[in-house]
């Protein structure tokens, strides 16, 4: 039991680190307006292991901080984020496309309203869900997937020791 906790904990820092530095690595397209957040192709290990959900949301937690993001920013889009891993942990049996719309979703919905009211970004709402929800289709639904791909290769070796 002690040895999968550490395995599970381990497994989500892990996770966390590499969403921090993809986020400060493509800081300049990982934050604004128009943004593709390529971190946010991570979105995709909850439906291989539940220890990506605390990773996700501490990694955006810790990237939306260093990437000096406003206070607003960094509480709401890291919710958004963590509402996007635990749908997708929800939907892991599921098709990949599917289990990763939660994401795409609670950013669309999330993160236009943090741009308008905590940035001031004078475009309307809807433009803003389009933008946003383009990045982040980019980002969960083709870079995530092929992500996946790759790691379905590995099923049941990378992860088989955190999960449930």
């Not at 892991?92 to 795409?104: E, Q």
């Not at 980019?138 to 379905?152: K, P, T, W």
Request: contains cysteine; aromatic residues 10%.
């Amino acid at each position: 039991m002690r040895t999968k906790n550490v395995n599970f904990i381990t497994q989500a820092a892990m996770i966390a680190a590499v969403y921090v530095v993809l986020t400060f690595v493509f800081a300049p397209i990982s934050f604004g307006e128009i943004q593709i957040r390529i971190a946010e192709m991570m979105t995709v290990l909850p439906i291989f292991t539940p220890a990506a959900i605390p990773g996700l949301f501490v990694g955006c937690l810790i990237g939306n901080i260093t990437g000096g993001a406003v206070l607003p920013d960094i509480l709401f889009g890291s919710i958004a984020t963590l509402i996007g891993a635990v749908g997708t942990w929800q939907l892991r049996k599921c098709s990949r496309i599917v289990a990763v719309l939660p994401p795409v979703l609670a950013n669309i919905i999330i993160v236009p309203f943090v741009l308008r009211y905590a940035y001031g970004v004078a475009l309307p709402i809807p433009f803003l869900m389009v933008t946003v929800g383009a990045g982040e289709i980019i980002s969960c639904e083709v870079l995530g997937n092929l992500f996946a791909a790759v790691l379905g290769r590995y099923q049941g070796r990378i992860f088989h020791s955190a999960g449930v």
